[in-house]
């Protein structure tokens, strides 16, 4: 059994910034590659970024590239994502995801941007951007 659960989500204006965590709990945090989706109303459910089991390899959708920074902090079993130069497009409901496979061979991190490579995910914490 693997339980997430997100936090940090809010209203915010375009441009700035706001930090989500995602706490992890039931599982041996260091070995799963995490990720975050996230989706829209009437839109499915989009990838946004991933961060290795190691926490050295980290992949982003070109429309966050620049922007967003995942990372993870292995000592509190929490992942998070970093978000600035906030866009209305963002707003969203932002999940976290587990990979559902024991450290994964990374030079396969395409397989990253499926969502049914993921065993479990989060309840997921709303984000609203206004212009």
């Known amino acids: 059994q693997v339980q997430l659960v997100e936090s940090g989500g809010g209203l915010r204006q375009a441009g700035d910034s706001l930090r989500l965590s995602c706490a992890a709990s039931?599982?041996?945090?260091?070995?799963?590659?995490m990720a975050w989706f996230r989706q829209a109303p009437g839109k499915e459910r989009e990838f946004v970024a991933a961060?290795?089991?190691?926490?050295?390899?980290?992949h982003y959708a070109d429309s966050v590239k620049g922007r967003f920074t995942i990372s993870r902090d292995n000592t509190k079993n929490t992942v998070y994502l970093q978000m600035n130069s906030l866009k209305p497009e963002d707003t969203a409901v932002y999940y976290c995801?587990?990979?559902?496979?024991?450290?994964?061979?990374?030079?396969?991190?395409?397989?990253?941007?499926?969502?049914?490579?993921?065993?479990?995910w989060g309840q997921g914490t709303q984000v609203t951007v206004s212009s």
């Open positions: 039931g599982q041996t945090f260091s070995n799963y590659a």
């Open positions: 961060i290795s089991w190691g926490g050295s390899i980290t």
């Open positions: 995801a587990v990979d559902s496979r024991y450290k994964r061979d990374m030079r396969k991190r395409f397989e990253l941007l499926r969502p049914n490579e993921y065993g479990s």
